[in-house]
């Protein structure tokens, strides 16, 4: 069971837009639009941020999307703020067998 | 509100059984609509899905952790639990439960979090 490949980090300026990818395979991302994204900052435990590829829990901001072309999903957040620093992680279902699969994560740092 | 609390010990020996429970309160763990599950992340590392359990009992592991790790539920003290056998220093980590709704099959809500180290 190979965890999600995600960029290690990403950067962006207060108020630009940036996006994290999310890569699979076939068995997991490319098969299921079951793709969830959560947001963890220091010492907390993570946050739904996106589920089922695009839709967001009632309380997420509207500047956090989600969308998937293949085996890589995406995660969106325009206009960046300080509090969006933190680490992201894509998951994705992958099967009845594997079930559940995480990406090794990316750290966001707002400049 | 729905809330998770993890609890058990915060050292265990190598060789020997992690024991964790988390404690479901402001809801049902009982609910058909929902399946409850076990996360976790080493020190400065990603997350890692362990397993998940229905209120009936059906269960679903990470197949890398498979042949060490029991899932169970008690619905009379709404709570569940997950037991890890023969845990190594790899095992150190901090162990999230967490609420997978059915409709949307994410985490939605997670405990706090519980370190757990293992050393002699």
């Known amino acids: 069971q190979s965890a999600l490949t995600q960029p290690a980090s990403v950067s962006g300026s207060p108020g630009q837009s940036i996006t994290i990818s999310c890569t699979g395979t076939?068995?997991?991302?490319?098969?299921?639009?079951?793709v969830s994204w959560y947001q963890q900052h220091p010492g907390k435990a993570p946050k739904l941020m996106i589920y089922e590829g695009s839709k967001r829990p009632s309380g997420v901001s509207n500047r956090f999307s989600g969308s998937k072309s293949g085996n890589t999903a995406s995660l969106t957040i325009s206009g960046l703020q300080a509090e969006d620093e933190a680490d992201y992680y894509c998951c994705s279902y992958a099967g009845s067998s594997t079930s559940w699969v995480f990406g090794g994560g990316t750290k966001l740092t707002v400049l | 509100q729905l809330q998770l609390q993890e609890s058990g010990p915060g050292l265990v020996k190598p060789s020997e059984t992690l024991s964790l429970t988390c404690t479901v309160s402001?809801?049902?763990?009982?609910?058909?609509?929902?399946?409850w599950g076990w996360i976790r992340q080493p020190p400065g590392k990603g997350l890692e899905w362990i397993g998940s359990i229905y209120y009936s009992g059906s269960t679903y592991y990470n197949p890398s952790l498979k042949s060490r790790v029991t899932i169970s539920v008690d619905t009379s003290k709404n709570q569940f639990s997950l037991k890890l056998s023969s845990v190594t220093a790899a095992d150190t980590a901090v162990y999230y439960c967490?609420?997978?709704?059915?409709?949307?099959?994410?985490?939605?809500?997670w405990g706090q979090g519980t370190m757990v180290t293992v050393s002699s």
């Open positions: 402001g809801g049902s763990i009982s609910s058909s609509s929902y399946y």
């Open positions: 076939s068995s997991d991302v490319g098969s299921y639009n079951l």
């Open positions: 967490a609420r997978q709704p059915a409709a949307i099959d994410a985490f939605d809500i």
